[in-house]
């Protein structure tokens, strides 16, 4: 695809003087996925962007990123093509082995990347054989992508070449549990039973993902062997030795994450110690929202949204908590956290084109 | 209320002195499909059974016919398999072409067949390369095989060696018409606006019939195209010239079909006689209901039994009516109705392993 | 509510100098409904919009218009609180009978009115009590009204006062047959079989909205008596002696319609004369997709979009029609249709705020 | 497969005879509940019961108890008609105070109880305004009620007048508990993140149960405050210092409960010898099936059926564990294990009715 794309879903740029600099030149990799069409949506309103080139990853054939999305078009993925289109920034909403070989080609041609896979999450490249199956070709890499839970990023965002955006389960529970880590008590398991829609498992013709099997369905799935597990652990720093416990479970709707997260304490926590310890971190974070005590949120109160709503329960003297959160796995779970990301990358407000 | 209540649905007391007569062996082929396993479901509760053999029709692995009946186990079919089971009656829960295979043999080696599939229904050998893309190798069992839409079969059922059990559209359409053809006009088209349960498409790997794709979605398919709607004019007696229109459209549901049917009449009819000609052929069948006049049925009425329930509301003086009818596709659209033809042809009651 | 409310989810002001011309003071009642708070969504993106006032039509308590906006809050209503807001434009997101007595109040205080309810939807004051149940107090205003079927509105928004947004099932319809009105055939019967997601009904306490009731249900209402019949039959200038059958079905989804319509013509029609038909009325509409012919398309192509789809299959050589039309019954069939009102009314651009 | 199926899901021979002894008078009281609709759905086929009675709890007019058993008719309760109708043996299906009331007119007048509701779980009559918000007039009924966990009662049934029929929760949880008890740790937080269809709210008119709001969503509820935490609590005799966590969902089905625990034991176990443990207690139970080690259960393998299923998954070297529990919350959850105590009661097969 040589030409930009013809992208008469956005915008009209007539509305947008904002950007007095130049539009950044934007193409996407794998745009007709579910996250990839949701990044499609939200980069096509975007005032600061110029939309050079969509690519779907997997499809032979030119077609609307999704049939809600008919203008919006992605063309047959070819290395040349995305290089023809001189896009500044790419995002990857690819497999995790397209991702680790496409990024340092980019890299090396000068791009910007921001990766929607799990192929930079992980620090440690020996985990990637264990845990993704394949081995990684850059270690050094892992060690230069930044983790871009954006709530915890500051200045390294302006300076990254490779943002490695985060899984949906690890997103919806570090949002939770890091304002707290300072009193969990590591010496008692941390629980995280989590519970996502189907579009998590992606787009795809498999009998144990079709209607007939899921409809008033419900199981849980990838105890003790989820990828997401290694990449909770990581970023919580709860060390190898610390119990945490995730299992994840398939809901039967298209879209969101609930999590449900159970911590002891090291000593007992005031309802206020737990508000006050969220409201550093996010008091002024535009979307995540964390309810008053004893409020849970469910997860009607983000599909839809690029936000994270959290709320918790004081259990037993406030020696543990139930903490549950929610998020849309294809937004702040993937999509919109990536935009987040640009937003704070290339200093546009971090909620242009998300409200 | 004094009186004991009269529990009509309950296992009639006279249905089981049944199993002094030798039982009969029957074999299922296809037992893993939903249709397949719904049916072996019946079947091991019937008084008068020895399931002799449960066959899956593509799976390699011995294994459960479904996660629900974990004791009931089939075999990967093999052609010697089945005829070392020695059964009496087989039932082909099988692909059209499977079955239009396998029939002639199992005729041949002495065996009474009831075939689910559509290999059976049409009575115009012609039609099957169109409607079916395949040529009858057997025209002449087209003629001698029964269509067993079961109210409206005689004594034709006790004697027959093939039975072609109805497709789940017509039962739903031919269970609300058959009974008011006399007054039809056939110079307006008849419309039959059809949904049905995703289970009517079978088990597989589809992303067209994907959870994520079709939660909270709805279509129409079909139109003008699909194999059902010769069946129906066939059984209607319409004729190639008489307007038909059938619309199949895909519920976001597992199970169930509900048939909304608007037909004109050559007269004004009142509502008594709509009322008095469904009684005059359903008065004393245990699984078809009709609701007074200006009641409609709702889906779930029905799902996960073996009856059918139909309503009607007259409009324009009598001269139009809407008609709504609902079956379990899995059930009155297929197994069900299997069982009540093998039933009927080997003189058990109606009813039996069906309440 | 006597000041402005807090629009804290709207796009920033700094995004939008768009509208030089001083900002429309706009308030909403009725913003906590499903569609009033779709409308309250858009609003507070719109460019050209001060949203003065929310209010909830029957809440007493101070709240979000849904859980999914926390910062956009509705107040209980009173007429005082709108009055004192001042608002130039005021929406009805209001049951018909407080649409019916609130408008005339608003218009009198000079404010300018887009009701969604039906309250003004009728042109015939004679058909009210039939239809709705109640007298209607103001009968010229049903000859004042524009009915705000934007697709078919010019010049006369710029002038109205009072705009009757359509209703949702009639929205499905009229933009999938007036363009074929001059070929239909009025001696045969047209038939609109239309199904809706349960948002339709409204937020209420019944147990036959219940989840419990609904899963995996799907049934057929209001046959021969939804008030939505005679607003088609108005809107397509059948006459009374036309033979239009409307059926509505209650979807087990939360949004949507989806209308499977079935008509004959006067003589046969190419597919080409339909696509031209279409063409002529739709070429330059934004949020009106005709697709090409023999394709349909479904729910999802439109749901939680302003866009309606329309596509056909000619049968019986061109004699006969299927057409289907989905649109989101809170958007186009409500919400984002009265936005393109507001919109051509007061000269934004017809998309503002709706891509 | 040349031998005959070992059919153990089908209807054993030997259970037919039973009806040679007198039958059973029999009266349920709430039959139109969705627990009571399943019970008489069950009790209809009772070779040994004569069903003498029907009540509804709540309407006011005769009717059947749900649309699919449109034979099996309920009459408004009053205590003179179940008197008269001479019942030997009263199911109830009512709420918790109109059981508490009922039960012990009932016990006096010489009948058999077996309540579904909540009544007479707790042995603590002081728990009873806490936790169900009513003084208990009958604290000695408590210390007599068995507790109707079929699987752990032996000769007690057959003695008893007053039977307490577990909880849906609880039944899910101990039967996936209690064989392991002896080896759990009481230092740590026993976790149980149970998750709930709709019906186990019961048929209600509440905007919160409506399918509007429902639909895609799922919510967490109950946190430190169900009323079967208590009834878990004490069935485990865990004591009130043990950690336990129980944590209610709904999800956005019809039918089923899924519970994930979490525990850990005070020695690493094996999986031989978890797996042992629960071969001792379940290895004849007809309606209890542990899977192999690793395999985890799904909803839907038991939906509409009156089995249970549990897996499990050892971790942290077999000194953790995740346990995942399947029942249907309106039969092995309530009707059909009331059933099972029913034929316990009265030396019925203890499958009788329920395959």
Same mark, same amino acid.
């Not at 909770?232 to 479970?249: T, Y």
């Not at 508000?275 to 929202?289: H, K, L």
């Given at each position: 695809?040589?030409?930009?794309?013809?992208?008469?879903?956005?915008?009209?740029?007539?509305?947008?003087?904002?950007?007095?600099?130049?539009?950044?030149?934007?193409?996407?990799?794998?745009?007709?996925?579910?996250?990839?069409?949701?990044?499609?949506? &939200?980069? +096509? @309103?975007?005032?600061? =962007?110029? !939309?050079?080139?969509?690519?779907?990853? $997997?499809?032979?054939?030119?077609?609307?990123?999704?049939?809600?999305?008919?203008?919006?078009?992605?063309?047959?993925?070819?290395?040349?093509?995305? &290089?023809? +289109? @001189?896009?500044?920034? =790419?995002? !990857?909403?690819?497999?995790?082995?397209? $991702?680790?070989?496409?990024?340092?080609?980019?890299?090396?041609?000068?791009?910007?990347?921001?990766?929607?896979?799990?192929?930079?999450?992980?620090?440690?490249?020996?985990?990637?054989?264990?845990?993704?199956?394949?081995?990684?070709?850059?270690?050094?890499?892992?060690?230069?992508?930044?983790?871009?839970?954006?709530?915890?990023?500051?200045?390294?965002?302006?300076?990254?070449?490779?943002?490695?955006?985060?899984?949906?389960?690890?997103?919806?529970?570090?949002?939770a549990l890091r304002p707290l880590n300072f009193a969990i008590d590591r010496e008692q398991p941390v629980i995280c039973d989590s519970k996502s829609g189907v579009s998590g498992a992606g787009?795809?013709?498999?009998?144990?993902?079709?209607?007939?099997?899921?409809?008033?369905?419900?199981?849980?799935?990838?105890?003790?062997?989820?990828?997401?597990?290694?990449?909770?652990?990581?970023?919580?720093?709860?060390?190898?030795?610390?119990?945490?416990?995730?299992?994840?479970?398939?809901?039967?709707?298209?879209?969101?994450?609930?999590?449900?997260?159970?911590?002891?304490?090291?000593?007992?926590?005031?309802?206020?110690?737990?508000?006050?310890?969220?409201?550093?971190?996010?008091?002024?974070?535009?979307?995540?929202?964390?309810?008053?005590?004893?409020?849970?949120?469910?997860?009607?109160?983000?599909?839809?949204?690029?936000?994270?709503?959290?709320?918790?329960?004081?259990?037993?003297?406030?020696?543990?908590?139930?903490?549950?959160?929610?998020?849309?796995?294809?937004?702040?779970?993937?999509?919109?956290?990536?935009?987040?990301?640009?937003?704070?990358?290339?200093?546009?407000?971090?909620?242009?084109?998300?409200?």
């Amino acid at each position: 695809m040589n030409e930009p794309v013809p992208v008469a879903d956005r915008v009209d740029a007539a509305a947008a003087p904002v950007a007095a600099a130049p539009k950044k030149r934007v193409a996407i990799v794998g745009a007709t996925g579910y996250s990839g069409a949701e990044l499609t949506a &939200i980069m +096509a @309103r975007h005032h600061g =962007v110029d !939309l050079v080139a969509l690519f779907s990853s $997997s499809s032979t054939a030119r077609g609307p990123v999704t049939p809600a999305l008919p203008k919006l078009i992605a063309e047959p993925f070819t290395f040349e093509a995305l &290089i023809a +289109a @001189r896009p500044e920034v =790419v995002f !990857l909403c690819t497999p995790n082995e397209v $991702s680790a070989e496409l990024a340092p080609k980019l890299l090396d041609a000068g791009m910007t990347v921001i990766d929607l896979s799990g192929a930079f999450r992980l620090e440690e490249p020996s985990m990637y054989p264990t845990w993704y199956g394949f081995e990684h070709e850059n270690p050094k890499l892992l060690g230069e992508a930044v983790y871009g839970l954006t709530e915890y990023c500051n200045g390294e965002l302006k300076k990254a070449r490779l943002v490695a955006n985060p899984g949906c389960y690890p997103t919806s529970i570090l949002l939770a549990l890091r304002p707290l880590n300072f009193a969990i008590d590591r010496e008692q398991p941390v629980i995280c039973d989590s519970k996502s829609g189907v579009s998590g498992a992606g787009k795809k013709a498999d009998v144990n993902f079709s209607f007939a099997e899921l409809f008033g369905n419900f199981k849980a799935y990838g105890v003790g062997n989820h990828r997401h597990e290694p990449e909770i652990r990581q970023q919580l720093h709860l060390g190898d030795r610390a119990p945490l416990v995730f299992v994840a479970h398939l809901l039967p709707v298209h879209r969101g994450i609930l999590s449900t997260i159970h911590v002891g304490f090291t000593h007992a926590m005031s309802e206020q110690q737990i508000t006050d310890a969220y409201a550093r971190v996010y008091e002024n974070a535009p979307f995540v929202r964390v309810l008053p005590a004893g409020q849970l949120p469910e997860l009607k109160n983000v599909v839809n949204t690029p936000r994270a709503e959290i709320g918790f329960q004081l259990l037993q003297g406030g020696r543990r908590a139930v903490i549950v959160s929610v998020i849309d796995n294809l937004l702040k779970g993937a999509a919109s956290q990536a935009v987040q990301n640009f937003n704070r990358m290339f200093d546009f407000a971090e909620t242009e084109a998300l409200i």
